[in-house]
């Protein structure tokens, strides 16, 4: 049976945004369907302090923020942009287009087109995420989306310049200085100004989410992403100080982000949530980070690293990292986990920041049934069909008229038997009483 060395101390949170969120969301999507930029431009003053002449900064503004940022950072986000793009073109030319024959003159085909116009949304807020910049919108373009409009908001009232500059740099076609719900049900309702987009990636806060929630269906999107979590499984072979560095790494995000420990080794653990209790005083980020450990941390001691893996199953973490002497073994020993880290040589931050695949990934157990964000969610996978022969047109005829009744569709059937007659030559009664 598991030792849990360490519960949470709040419950867990509940999925369902709260009756004021939900509440806020729908009022303020329902003022910009009626009233466009003038409903868009009061929410922004109202939650951001933020009124300018335009929302969208033009590209002689975008150039001049970018001379403003420093060369090293603008060289680290060509350098992650380039590691996003390499593995996006993997995932793109993973997908194929096919056609087969699979009766004679029967051919059926499966094609992938990108979609119209996306929305990328990137974060600001306690932080500005620059990383979710090349997440959304790198990964659109390599899909081969035309438009895609990206929105942020500003920070404190002013420009976050590195945000922007990756958002050019990453190709956005148009970038608005713009957040929460406001940016979002612009997207996807449109304005006088804002055309609107076909679908909206990228991660927010729970009104972010909730807006996205209930625009869902007048607009795809990527999906409903809540507080960032890791689960670490680890063997006795790892480092304690490499487990709680790492678990901390993504407390850190806010004070509901679950950090979650499932180990084979009893001193381990203790000496991991001893660690913690050690570095959590003098990181930066130790308020945020603290809160998270104290509420949504667990450590729990399994007898074995089978029991290991089913329990982080049932997690269905965001992230999962393994740290054990064959890390490996989990790409088939588990099934449900938004990306997984392999590896004490490799880390979650890596894949927030820099390695290349998606930071934009499934929360809450949505690990269960869906992976993140990758450049196949901005394609429609669309079929063809064509039928040639005469006598396989009417084969698919007959059949189809005797499924259709089956089913009592009486004007399915009658397409049927119109192909029948191609080869039959003569009509069943209904097409010979018409007398054409």
């Known amino acids: 049976m598991p030792a849990v060395l360490k519960s949470p101390a709040a419950a867990s ?57 420093d060369d090293q950072v603008i060289e680290d986000i ?40 996306a929305g990328a949304y990137v974060p600001g807020g306690r932080y500005p995420l620059v990383a979710s910049a090349h997440m959304t919108i790198v990964t659109a373009k390599v899909a081969g989306v035309p438009r895609v409009a990206a929105c942020t908001p500003p920070i404190r009232g002013e420009v976050p310049a590195a945000t922007i500059a990756a958002m050019s740099l990453a190709g956005a076609d148009e970038i608005y200085l713009l957040g929460g719900i406001q940016a979002v049900a612009a997207l996807a309702l449109g304005t006088e100004t804002i055309e609107p987009v076909n679908f909206i990636a990228g991660p927010g806060n729970a009104y972010v989410a909730e807006a996205k929630r209930q625009l869902f269906g007048a607009v795809g999107i990527d999906l409903i992403a809540g507080p960032t979590e890791i689960l670490v499984i680890a063997d006795d072979a790892a ?59 667990e450590v729990i001691v399994v007898d074995d690293l089978p029991a290991a893996y089913a329990l982080g199953d049932q997690y269905a973490s965001e992230h ?9 073994e989990a790409l088939e020993a588990m099934r449900n986990y938004g990306a997984m880290f392999l590896g004490a040589g490799t ?60 089913e009592l569709f009486e004007g399915h059937a009658r397409s049927g038997d119109l192909r029948a007659t191609y080869l039959d030559g003569a009509g069943p009664a209904w097409l010979e009483a018409l007398h054409v």
């Open 239 to 297: 480092s304690p100080l490499t487990i709680a560095v790492d678990l901390l790494s993504q407390a850190e995000h806010g004070p509901d982000s679950p950090a979650v420990l499932v180990t084979t080794s009893e001193p381990l653990a203790r000496e991991v949530i001893d660690l913690i209790g050690k570095i959590l005083p003098d990181m930066p980020t130790g308020d945020l980070a603290g809160q998270a450990w104290r509420d949504y941390g």
């Open 347 to 406: 880390c979650v931050s890596f894949g927030d920041k820099v390695i290349g695949t998606n930071h934009v990934l499934p929360t809450r157990g949505a690990a269960r049934y869906t992976g993140g964000l990758w450049t196949g969610k901005y394609l429609k996978t669309v079929t063809y069909q064509e039928v040639r022969d005469p006598a396989s047109s009417a084969e698919l005829g007959r059949v189809c008229g005797r499924a259709a009744r089956v």
């Open 320 to 328: 999962v990292e393994i740290l054990t002497r064959q890390p490996r």
């Open 13 to 69: 949170a509940d999925i369902a945004p709260s009756a004021q969120v939900a509440d806020t969301v729908a009022a303020a999507i329902a003022d910009i369907r009626a009233h466009g930029d003038e409903a868009v431009r009061r929410y922004s003053e109202r939650f951001d302090h933020w009124a300018p002449a335009s929302f969208r900064l033009g590209q002689a503004e975008i150039e001049q923020v970018i001379s403003a940022v």
């Open 78 to 117: 060509r350098y992650v942009q380039r590691q996003v793009r390499a593995f996006a073109e993997h995932q793109r030319a993973s997908v194929q287009d096919f056609e087969v024959e699979t009766l004679p003159g029967v051919y059926l085909g499966q094609r992938s087109i990108p979609i119209d116009a």
